[in-house]
């Protein structure tokens, strides 16, 4: 389930990510006016800044016209599939496609046995 359906149903404001690459870091402070920025690598010079979702399209098109962001686009993190039936398939797959290798490393160790 989605955070935001979750904060829709308590009646606040929903959010979506922003995922911005600048070209120095220290220009992160200057990204404040746009939202909240609740994550910054300094290393790889980039940060997360959360933005209502109903101004994010034109926050996003004002912040890559900024001299010192080198990209911007929107957080992938809303469209992961958290559904408890997605992820128990998902399991179930891993699960039997461990089965598989098992058995086929027993079946190339008794080749080499015999």
Not at 15 to 44: E, P
Not at 69 to 83: C, G, P, R, T
């Amino acid at each position: 389930m989605s955070i935001n359906k979750e904060l829709k149903s308590a009646g606040l404001t929903e959010r979506t990510g922003l995922v911005i690459y600048l070209k120095n870091a220290s220009d992160q402070y200057k990204l404040r006016r746009f939202g909240d920025i609740v994550y910054f690598s300094k290393k790889m010079k980039y940060c997360i800044v959360y933005v209502t979702q109903e101004n994010a399209k034109q926050e996003l098109a004002e912040i890559r016209k900024l001299d010192f962001v080198k990209y911007a686009e929107f957080s992938e993190k809303d469209q992961v599939d958290l559904s408890s039936s997605h992820i128990e398939t998902q399991i179930a797959t891993m699960a039997q496609e461990a089965e598989q290798e098992i058995q086929r490393r027993q079946e190339k160790n008794e080749d080499l046995l015999k």
